[in-house]
């Protein structure tokens, strides 16, 4: 047949497996772990924050380098990479990762940090939710 493949639970929950596999050669699964870099992360997010606000935020974000560089500028880096997937996930310049999206069930921001040294995912993640918090703040501080 022609066209896209349906999806089918057995096939698709088999494939990663066998990818996996495959990628690892004739060597143990454990030792292409091990040679993979170690990432960690962080995540919290500002409650009390409506969908609507975040979202807002997340989308002048999204669209605006201006707006991701004056977030970002007290660290003394960029945003070099961005994804919409889910949310905004950016890229920094030093290799760190920054990913904001508003909670699907709850009045939230959820912010999501990734790195090299878990100190600095958790750097991250604390400088972006004071950063984050002050800026919906500044748009309506008579919601929070």
Known sequence: PKGPVPALM?????LPMLCTLHQAGT?????LVARQQSRFTAADRLQDVPTDQSAALINDLRQSAR????????????ATGLDETDGLRMTL????VLHL????NAPEMRVYTEAD???????LLQF????LLSQIVDRNPATL
């Open 10 to 14: 057995t096939r698709d929950a088999l």
């Open 27 to 31: 060597d143990p699964v454990s030792a």
């Open 67 to 78: 707006a991701r560089d004056a977030l970002l500028a007290p660290l003394q880096i960029t």
């Open 93 to 96: 310049s030093d290799g760190r």
């Open 101 to 104: 999206r508003p909670s699907g």
């Open 117 to 123: 040294h878990a100190e600095e995912a958790a750097a």
């Open 128 to 131: 972006s939710l004071t950063a």
